[in-house]
């Protein structure tokens, strides 16, 4: 049996589970405040757009980031 566990064993291949347990969550969410203060200090005032754009930033960093640790460790 395989050490990431049966579905490995029988697939060959790490699921969506294995990918999620590779993730640093506290590293990811701490590393997100250099994006979202450099936004901060470049949006000129805060209106629906602009909040929008902070959520899709912070989505896309987030993921970039847990993509890095994921595929890192």
Known sequence: MSA???A?????R???RA???C???HDV???QGSP???FAFSSPALSAETALQVLLLGGAS???VAHVFAFND
């Open 36 to 38: 979202l203060l450099g």
């Open 4 to 6: 990431l566990g049966p």
């Open 23 to 25: 993730i640093r969550y």
């Open 8 to 12: 490995v064993a029988r697939t060959g």
């Open 29 to 31: 969410l701490v590393l």
């Open 62 to 64: 987030f993921l970039l």
């Open 14 to 16: 790490p699921g969506l």
């Open 19 to 21: 990918y999620l347990s």
